[in-house]
């Protein structure tokens, strides 16, 4: 089993900054792609970020040039620079990995965290 823990999270002003950070730890031999998701109060969850092992980022056209999807995969973390926030970026925001437990690659894992609230004021 793959464990996520995610934080940073908090109040913020419109126009500030905060750094998600997501902790993964457990059976962990390889990560193929770290994301970052999003949900408001009344919304369906939504990606924000993703960056895969290759190199590859995508981001949410709502936060593109604003928000930076970065990882450690030496530490196993992923953490997403959020500036220039908004009270519309106001959400819980979840971290997912997707990878193998082993090298094989016959155990996938699918792993989530708990969320950690992000509120923007205005």
């Known amino acids: 089993q793959v464990q996520l823990v995610e934080s940073g999270g908090g109040l913020v002003q419109a126009g500030g900054s905060l750094r998600l950070s997501c902790a993964a730890s457990g059976n962990i031999f390889s990560i193929n792609v770290m994301g970052w998701y999003r949900q408001a109060p009344g919304k369906q969850r939504e990606l924000v970020a993703i960056?895969?092992?290759?190199?590859?980022?995508h981001y949410a056209d709502s936060v593109t040039g604003r928000f930076t999807i970065f990882g450690d995969n030496a530490k196993n973390r992923v953490y997403l620079q959020m500036n220039s926030l908004k009270p519309e970026d106001t959400a819980v925001y979840y971290c997912n990995l997707k990878g193998y437990s082993d090298r094989y690659q016959t155990s996938p894992y699918d792993s989530w965290g708990q969320g950690t609230q992000v509120f923007v004021s205005s």
């Open positions: 960056l895969t092992s290759g190199g590859s980022i």
